[in-house]
């Protein structure tokens, strides 16, 4: 392509941006959960170093930060909900930061299914979380913890099964017949 000629991707915003909202998603959600003001400052922070050096993963350090948070504090459905919503945020924020250079342009457009899909998450998330912060608690353990243990149980076992059966769809015939290691399966030579 020469120098002169431009894409026309429609509207659209800057790769920079990414790493700015989920820094200013880590700040607001470290202070409306009540963190102390130097994890507030450290989240955002974590994630703007980690949108400059990316194998760092500062998004997921925030995310962590968290989490320890809302451990940390007294049980409030709000703050859960909050660090649901912030949490996968920031995951979804930091997978496109490992792939969208700083300099880059993204199409608003292709945000889209990425947004639809956050938001059915999010649904589901955030009425399970509502539901765990309804459940009784015993003596030591909540049943929250032993309901929640049980569903990341199943949705793991769902998940690996997905991707097993998902792998052997994703290479040709041709690519079956002549095996992983490139040598054919029916090869005549005794």
Request: aromatic share 4%; glycine share 10%.
């Amino acid at each position: 392509m020469m120098r002169e000629t431009r894409l026309l991707i429609g509207a659209a915003v800057p790769g920079a941006l990414l790493p700015l909202t989920a820094a200013a998603v880590a700040g607001a959600s470290a202070a409306s959960i009540g963190m102390p003001m130097l994890w507030v400052v450290v989240a955002p922070t974590a994630v703007l170093f980690g949108g400059i050096v990316r194998m760092v993963g500062g998004a997921w350090i925030a995310a962590a930060l968290l989490i320890i948070g809302l451990v940390a504090a007294d049980p409030s459905p709000w703050r859960t909900a909050t660090v649901i919503a912030a949490v996968h945020l920031l995951q979804v924020l930091g997978s496109l930061m490992l792939v969208i250079p700083l300099r880059s342009w993204i199409a608003v457009r292709a945000l889209a299914p990425t947004a639809v899909r956050f938001v059915l998450v999010q649904l589901l998330c955030q009425a399970v979380g509502l539901l765990a912060s309804l459940l009784p608690t015993r003596s030591g353990l909540p049943l929250a913890a032993i309901a929640g243990a049980a569903a990341v149980l199943v949705f793991t076992v769902l998940v690996v099964r997905m991707l097993a059966t998902g792998r052997a769809g994703a290479f040709s015939t041709a690519d079956a017949a002549r095996g992983a290691d490139g040598s054919s399966a029916t090869s005549g030579d005794g």
